[in-house]
Each structure stands twice: as C-alpha cells, then as structure tokens.
C-alpha cells in the first residue's frame, strides 16, 4: 500500500504564500502523474495541479495558474504545492493525489487531507 501524508496548510490573510508538502511512505510506484485536488465546503472535489513523476509537464486548473507551482523532490516520494498571492476561494481541504488520469480526473490513492483558509 501506499500511504500520502500531506502538511504545510494553515490560515493565511489574502495575498499570502502557504507551500504544502506531500510525502510518501510504504510501497511506492512510478505513477505518471501526482498532485492535488481540493474540496471546498459545499463543493465537489476538484483538480488543482499535477506534475509527471519526472518532474515534468506541469498542469494546473485555470483559477490556480500563474499563482500555484508544482514541483517534486530528487527523490521522486514528495510533491510540493507553492501558492502564492492566495485568494479567499482558494479556501479548502487540500488533497494529494497520485496516479493522476487527466481523462477523467480521477486518482488511484490520496492522502488525509490538510486545510487551508484564507482569511480577506
């Protein structure tokens, strides 16, 4: 099994930076594709970012682009999630997520969660 452990939220003014880690423990596979996903109150769960496991071609959802940068370590097992210039509606459970499918938005195995509020 493999097990995803998310840290870095917390509570943050708008215009703030938070950067979220995700580590990976237990059997480990080269999934193509990890990243994130959140839930606001209320709302569906959705796509934030991705990253291959090579460290390359980065995708993000249209609201977080140019604000959000994915990235993972030399190691392969920890993804980071960089938010700058944080927003009110950026406010949700953050979710890490890997084997990432782009068709379908869907993911193999996820972490706890960590929450993120940005206050204005």
């Known amino acids: 099994q493999v097990q995803l452990v998310e840290s870095g939220g917390g509570l943050v003014q708008a215009g703030g930076s938070l950067r979220l880690s995700c580590a990976a423990s237990?059997?480990?596979?080269?999934?193509?594709?990890m990243g994130w996903f959140r839930q606001a109150p209320g709302k569906e769960r959705e796509f934030v970012a991705c990253?291959?496991?090579?460290?390359?071609?980065?995708f993000y959802s249209e609201s977080v682009k140019g604000r959000f940068t994915i990235s993972r370590d030399n190691a392969k097992d920890t993804v980071y999630l960089q938010m700058n210039s944080l927003k009110p509606e950026d406010t949700a459970v953050y979710y890490c997520a890997t084997d990432i499918r782009l068709t379908t938005m869907t993911a193999s195995y996820w972490g706890q969660g960590t929450q993120v509020t940005v206050s204005s």
């Open positions: 237990g059997r480990t596979f080269s999934y193509y594709r």
């Open positions: 990253i291959r496991w090579s460290g390359g071609s980065p």
